[in-house]
């Protein structure tokens, strides 16, 4: 086998680099695989195994951190990228968010700050491409573990699927590479490549995934993916390609939309989450149930859907594609806690806090329904009789009365006015402190929760944030999930309803998620067609997968940044905060072009100076 050469196209830069991880033991304690021939690797099952699972050390830093695609959306508010530019090196994948010029986390403008993730993903497709030819030439020499060996390329191909998936919901046309790239000649000249045909190419890998993986693996192999992993993901392709085909995606000028592929797409989808649902015997997290709640101000105990974002529920099998992170010492721990967490959780930073819409979002869980906003102050913040006043008001922001009643995702998620939280402090837990917004550290003799100004909406939140000391910020090892079942009950009803209307199959499952927060069914009225029971499911997305990633990606293909901000050349809309003062401004008197280039992404011009057989998107033109 040809070594690899150092490679000159930024497409695979540190790409190729074996990490170590304790969630993989020593499978990964061995020269890197990209600099031996054949003669020194790739002879064994064994040797296969280290492979892939290498492969899954490097994709899942371009994964790890989606939550910061939520600031693209309208609830969640990431900080400036100055802020989070100290997060890493290429090594573990920090670079890969970050930089003046790779990651932009606002509402608006980031279409063009993307040139690391793009280079990145390609190096994850490298890194799956380099398992699936060197376990496919092992074929012939080890008859014996076939099985086996077809298994780990399915592996593989699902990762390419999933990472070109990322691809073209970013950038449309991409080119496609299925090679193992060894020098800057192998890619100079390759076109993108026409979606359609990417998106074939996708499920073609999902297809042969399908039929080579296993149905189950054992509690140590929960990374690695299943056949019901396969499905969801080809379901989850399926329902991207039939919102395109319905919705238009004019910023890609090379792509017309189709009602009857949307149509047939719409049903595919359907049919993979289907099975993925009744035929692997999945389940949600402890059942599903809502679990218990503390009262208000209370924290001792939180409901389940708090829970099932701590890495002690690693081992529920909600998490159907997940990414294993080692934990302390592995050096690929999650960073969760320092941009989630406050200054009082192990000196975290809130780089991710909720903006205010997210609270008025959690309905009663008395009918079901949306409770009336909740009342602001005035801009009059210092006058402090009326700020005290504002308190002990009916449904005012900073009452903690107004709080109650509402679905339990709400304080298994975001903390208000008189919530508390675990203070933790060198590894060790010291005890339960108040937040309030405006109120930091030591206060008339109490500790309040220092956020460290990293929330400028009057909430911070609770979820991903360990409640347990004995890791630091950077050493989680929690199983961040990039589908799990609960997305895709959501998925088969956003699907099923595109393609047949309400159901009450699909209803019945949006019900099940309504049911971890303690929430009634929902009423006739909220299905009565489908454009009311769409709107019941965007609604369950919000509260259900707030911080995992899904928003910003969701408003795209359905074409609602508009429905959000207000249209091209308004006044835009300011975010606020419990005060009720004005924040932050975001499409104020922008062009449409400011909104096309939030619907695609720029291609490189590092790459369009290199190959100049890329074409660049329309919007940049």
């Known amino acids: 086998m040809k070594k690899i050469n150092k490679l000159l196209v930024s497409f695979f830069a540190g790409s190729l680099l074996l990490s170590t991880s304790a969630c993989v033991k020593n499978l990964l304690d061995q020269p890197a695989t990209t600099e031996l021939d054949n003669n020194s690797y790739w002879q064994t099952e064994a040797d296969a195994v280290g492979g892939a699972m290498a492969m899954y050390n490097n994709i899942k830093n371009v994964f790890h951190k989606d939550y910061f695609f939520d600031g693209h959306g309208d609830y969640v508010r990431v900080r400036a990228v100055s802020s989070i530019s100290s997060l890493g090196t290429p090594s573990n994948g920090g670079a890969y968010w970050t930089g003046s010029t790779n990651g932009h986390y606002y509402p608006e403008g980031y279409g063009s700050a993307y040139d690391n993730m793009f280079r990145f993903l390609?190096?994850?497709?490298?890194?799956?491409?380099?398992?699936?030819?060197?376990?496919?030439?092992?074929?012939?020499?080890?008859?014996?573990?076939?099985?086996?060996l077809e298994g780990i390329i399915g592996e593989a191909r699902l990762m390419r699927a999933l990472v070109y998936f990322r691809l073209i919901t970013m950038w449309g046309d991409v080119p496609y590479i299925d090679k193992i790239v060894v020098s800057?000649?192998?890619?100079?000249?390759?076109?993108?490549?026409?979606?359609?045909?990417?998106?074939?190419?996708?499920?073609?890998?999902?297809?042969?995934?399908?039929?080579?993986?296993?149905?189950?693996?054992?509690?140590?192999q929960k990374e690695r993916v299943t056949k019901a992993a396969a499905l969801a993901l080809r379901g989850k392709v399926n329902l991207y390609w039939g919102s395109w085909n319905k919705n238009g995606w004019p910023e890609l000028d090379t792509f017309t939309p189709d009602a009857a592929k949307a149509d047939q797409a719409f049903r595919d989808a359907t049919e993979d989450f289907r099975k993925v649902i009744n035929d692997y015997g999945l389940t949600l997290f402890r059942g599903g149930a809502p679990g218990e709640i503390d009262d208000l101000g209370k924290a001792e105990t939180l409901p389940n859907y708090f829970h099932l974002f701590m890495p002690t529920s690693n081992a529920s099998n909600e998490t159907i594609i997940g990414f294993t992170h080692g934990g302390p010492g592995s050096g690929v721990s999650d960073k969760l806690m320092r941009d989630i967490g406050p200054r009082e959780t192990e000196s975290s930073e809130v780089n991710v806090s909720p903006l205010y819409w997210l609270a008025d979002r959690y309905q009663s869980t008395t009918t079901g329904d949306f409770l009336p906003p909740m009342e602001q102050l005035s801009d009059r913040t210092q006058d402090a009789k009326y700020a005290a006043d504002a308190a002990t008001r009916p449904n005012s922001t900073l009452n903690p009365q107004t709080y109650l009643g509402r679905d339990y995702r709400m304080k298994s998620t975001i903390l208000w006015n008189g919530e508390v939280i675990q203070r933790l402090a060198g590894l060790q837990a010291e005890g339960l402190i108040p937040y309030h917004h405006g109120v930091q550290g030591v206060n008339n003799g109490v500790r309040y929760i220092d956020y460290n100004s990293g929330t400028n909406s009057g909430y911070l939140f609770r979820k991903f944030v360990r409640n347990y000391a004995g890791q630091g910020r950077e050493e989680g090892n929690m199983t961040w999930p990039v589908i799990r079942l609960a997305d895709v009950y959501l998925m088969f009803a956003e699907a099923s309803n595109e393609a047949f209307g309400p159901t009450p199959e699909a209803v019945s499952l949006v019900d099940k998620v309504r049911a971890r927060g303690n929430l009634p069914g929902l009423k006739p009225e909220k299905y009565a067609n489908s454009d009311l029971f769409f709107d019941a499911i965007e609604q369950e997305r919000i509260v259900e997968l707030v911080l995992e990633g899904h928003r910003a990606f969701d408003i795209r293909r359905w074409r609602k940044i508009e429905d959000i901000w207000g249209p091209p050349n308004g006044p835009g809309k300011f975010t606020t905060n419990t005060w009720g003062n004005n924040v932050t401004a975001y499409f104020q008197n922008k062009s449409e072009r400011a909104y096309q280039q939030c619907y695609i992404f720029k291609i490189p011009q590092s790459e369009m100076d290199r190959n100049p057989n890329l074409r660049q998107n329309a919007p940049y033109l």
């Open 184 to 220: 800057n000649d192998d890619v100079i000249s390759i076109p993108r490549t026409p979606i359609e045909e990417v998106k074939n190419r996708i499920l073609a890998d999902l297809d042969y995934a399908f039929e080579k993986l296993p149905a189950t693996r054992t509690p140590d």
């Open 122 to 148: 390609y190096g994850g497709v490298n890194r799956a491409n380099y398992v699936i030819d060197n376990v496919t030439n092992m074929l012939p020499r080890l008859p014996a573990s076939t099985e086996n």
